[in-house]
Nanobody, 118 residues
Framework: QVQLVESGGGLVQAGGSLRLSCVAS????????MGWFRQAPGKEREFVAA????????YYADSVKGRFTISRDNAKNTVYLQMNNLKPEDTAVYYC???????????WGQGTQVTVSS
C-alpha cells in the first residue's frame, strides 16, 4: 500500500511558476504510473501528467503541454510537477496519484491548492 503526500501549492500571479512535490511511502512498484490530477471548482477531476517509476515515458494533458514538466527521483521516492507560465484556468486542487493504469489511479494524496490570480 502506498501513501502520497503533496506539497508546494500556493498563490501565484499569472505567468508565474510553482513546483509541486509528492513523496510516496510504503510499497511502491516500478511498473506503476505516478502522476497528477487536478480538480477546479465546479469541474470534473482531470488528468494532468504522469510518469512511470521505471522507463522514460511521460504523458501530459493537452492543456498543459509545453508549460508543465513531470519528473521523478526514485532514490527519494518523489515525483515533481514543475508548472511554468501559469494561467488562471490552472487554478485547482492538485492531487498526486499512483497506480498500474495511468488514467485510473489506485492511490491519491490529500491534495494541494494552486491558485493563479489574473
Amino acid at each position: 500500500q502506498v501513501q502520497l503526500v503533496e506539497s508546494g501549492g500556493g498563490l501565484v500571479q499569472a505567468g508565474g511558476s510553482l513546483r509541486l512535490s509528492c513523496v510516496a511511502s510504503g510499497r511502491t512498484f516500478s511498473s506503476y504510473s505516478m502522476g497528477w490530477f487536478r480538480q477546479a471548482p465546479g469541474k470534473e477531476r482531470e488528468f494532468v501528467a504522469a510518469i512511470r517509476w521505471s522507463g522514460s515515458n511521460t504523458y501530459y494533458a493537452d492543456s498543459v503541454k509545453g508549460r508543465f514538466t513531470i519528473s521523478r527521483d526514485n532514490a527519494k521516492n518523489t515525483v515533481y510537477l514543475q508548472m511554468n507560465n501559469l494561467k488562471p484556468e490552472d487554478t485547482a486542487v492538485y492531487y498526486c496519484t499512483s497506480g498500474p493504469i495511468r488514467t485510473n489511479p489506485n492511490y491519491w494524496g490529500q491534495g494541494t491548492q494552486v491558485t493563479v490570480s489574473s
